[in-house]
């Protein structure tokens, strides 16, 4: 049928960015470094009790290393939180969401580095109670642990066809993997699910998360 058109509905939308100058700015990283170390060595107690209680030489196998939450907070880190927050704000009004009266704030954002005896992941989620969510990785290869998102309308698995070319991103797939790099900057409405692949520990895998929640100008006056 010649005259058949497509209208699109209910768009499922991650925005990616290459910005690898922050790995550049001595500031940035030193942020990085410094909250990456803190939570390694916060950590340690916990890998020398699971060695004892598995009598084995387990290391920090599957485990992940999290620093605190409030990132956004260190001066060091201003300019890139300033780049977050706006490119929140732009996607929210490009997608047509009124924020006349709401203003954007962080509820969280973290650097996360996996462990170096491999095995670190992330099982799939969403980030609730929050709008927008995304990541800048530090530090990955081609060989390191990948972002997936999952197709997040549940009524959709009653579509159990097969799929022509896995290669290929369309309509049919049910979940997508992202290649990324460092500098590698990703975005996504905080109700898509997600997770992190198997780590293997061959290359370091580090990349800082955050999330974001537009409230009320009235609420945040309380």
């Known amino acids: 049928m ?8 209910f768009d499922t939308l991650i925005y990616q960015a290459e910005i690898p100058e922050y790995l550049n700015d001595k500031d940035f990283m030193s942020v990085c470094n410094e909250h990456t170390n803190k939570a390694i060595k916060n950590t340690q107690q916990k890998i020398e009790e699971r060695q004892k209680k598995y009598n084995a030489a387990i290391k920090d196998h599957g485990m992940s290393y ?5 990132l956004y907070e260190d001066d060091r880190f201003h300019n890139f939180e300033l780049l977050v927050r706006n490119t929140a704000y732009n996607i929210l009004t490009n997608q047509g969401f009124d924020l006349s009266n709401h203003t954007l704030d962080y509820t969280e ?6 462990a170096y005896d491999g095995g670190g992941h992330q099982d799939t989620h969403v980030h609730w109670d929050n709008h927008i969510s995304g990541f800048y990785f530090v530090d990955c290869s081609e060989r390191t642990s990948k ?35 460092p500098g590698t900057f990703l975005m996504f409405n905080s109700w898509l699910p997600h997770q ?5 520990g061959i290359d370091p895998f ?17």
Do not use: Y
């Open 2 to 9: 010649s005259d058949l058109k497509t209208i699109s509905l």
């Open 66 to 70: 999290h620093s605190g939450s409030k």
């Open 109 to 114: 954002m973290w650097i996360q580095k996996f």
């Open 147 to 181: 972002p997936i998102f999952h197709d997040p309308r549940p009524a959709r698995m009653m579509l159990n066809l097969p799929i022509k070319d896995h290669s290929k991103l369309c309509p049919a797939m049910e979940r997508q993997i992202i290649k990324v790099k």
């Open 196 to 200: 992190f692949s198997v780590d293997d």
């Open 206 to 222: 580090r990349f800082i998360h955050f999330n974001i929640q537009a409230r009320l100008n009235s609420e945040r006056r309380k």
